[in-house]
């Protein structure tokens, strides 16, 4: 079956940096979009970032361009975040899904809690 | 932007009722569009993939409906487990945005 796990969660500085990792497994990782999707405490869902099967296409929200950089090692069947010059407002739980066939996300991780705060 | 208007913000209901939750977009997105249910402290799941495709596993109570810029979902009776927060989210465009949200809680 389709899993999604996520790791590298925590507690870090404004300004700080943090890895996210996501570990897929139960599909052909290679052959599938992924993305980033995260959730402030007690608010909505916001999109992050979609990264293509092969990685030579890639997004960002607004709010993250130029901080943020996904990426994936098919070989290791994984999916990464890298986040940089935090900021309170990235206070978040962030999933990683896969992007189905039709293009929206159809299975999801259960996410690791990122806490930006001095 | 495409934006993702979901009405309402809440809702009370009895098990039982049917419920019917909407979401409207600020242009037409056809029938890109899924419909979410998320439990405190879990990762959300998908319930209905392109507008009103019932995803495989979940209950049959659960309907989609709608092209273009408006769409519904709707629990023709509610279980005491269909008490959460509902998404919609549109996939038409980049950046995918989702509504709101529902939540659902019991009268």
């Known amino acids: 079956q389709v899993q999604l796990v996520e790791s590298g969660g925590g507690l870090v500085k404004p300004g700080g940096s943090l890895r996210l990792s996501c570990a897929a497994s139960g599909f052909t990782f290679s052959d599938y979009y992924m993305s980033w999707i995260r959730q402030a405490p007690g608010k909505g869902l916001e999109w992050v970032s979609y990264i293509s099967s092969s990685g030579s296409t890639i997004y960002y929200a607004d709010s993250v361009k130029g901080r943020f950089t996904i990426s994936r090692d098919n070989a290791k069947n994984s999916l990464y975040l890298q986040m940089n010059s935090l900021r309170a407002e990235d206070t978040a739980v962030y999933y990683c899904?896969?992007?189905?066939?039709?293009?929206?996300?159809?299975?999801w991780g259960q996410g690791t809690l990122v806490t930006v705060s001095s | 932007d495409i934006q993702m208007t979901q009405s309402p913000s809440s809702l009370s209901a009895s098990v039982g009722d049917r419920v019917t939750i909407t979401c409207r977009a600020s242009?037409?997105?056809?029938?890109?569009l899924g419909w979410y249910q998320q439990k405190p402290g879990k990762a959300p799941k998908r319930l209905i993939y392109?507008?009103?495709s019932l995803q495989s596993g979940v209950p049959s109570r659960f309907s989609g409906s709608g092209s273009g810029t408006e769409f519904t979902l709707t629990i023709s009776s509610l279980q005491p487990e269909d008490f959460a927060t509902y998404y919609c989210?549109?996939?038409?465009?980049?950046?995918?945005?989702f509504g709101q949200g529902t939540k659902v809680e019991i009268k």
């Open positions: 989210l549109q996939h038409n465009s980049y950046p995918q945005t």
């Open positions: 392109a507008a009103s």
């Open positions: 242009q037409g997105i056809r029938n890109d």
């Open positions: 899904a896969r992007v189905g066939p039709r293009g929206d996300f159809d299975y």
